[in-house]
């Protein structure tokens, strides 16, 4: 089954999140962006890190914790700790087919954790919008 696009960036974008976290960030940039480069230096083009939806998949990955503990497992695996397909097998003692499954069940079930949170989040909005405008 193919992986959902638009989770795996959420994901990588999350794994950056996580590696500014581990790196005494807390998740957030241990410096401003405008003190990346200094004048005269080559300039490499960097992918911006989108704090707050990293925070929120984080959320969405937590939330697998406790009732999926394997895709939890093979998410941290492949993502923040980046060992790949390989070492992902290795370290949870399991075959490449089990680790592709998980990442697709982590992304059919994030895909619906996301759409469920958006869908709350706008009824919210319609409860709150529905008091105030007449």
Known sequence: ???????????D?????????TGNGLGFSSQSSFLNDAPGTDR???IPLDEIEASVTHEGIEALKLSRPHVY?????MYPFGLGVSGTCRRLECDR???????????????TWFTERAEK???VRDGIRERFVP
């Open 13 to 21: 974008n999350w794994a950056r999140w996580r590696c500014q976290m």
């Open 73 to 77: 497992g093979v998410l941290y695996c």
């Open 44 to 46: 490499e083009a960097k």
């Open 1 to 11: 089954m193919a992986r959902i696009e638009w989770v795996k960036a959420r994901l």
């Open 121 to 123: 989040q706008q009824a």
């Open 97 to 111: 087919s089990n680790v592709y499954a998980l990442l697709d069940v982590a992304d059919r079930l994030l895909a």
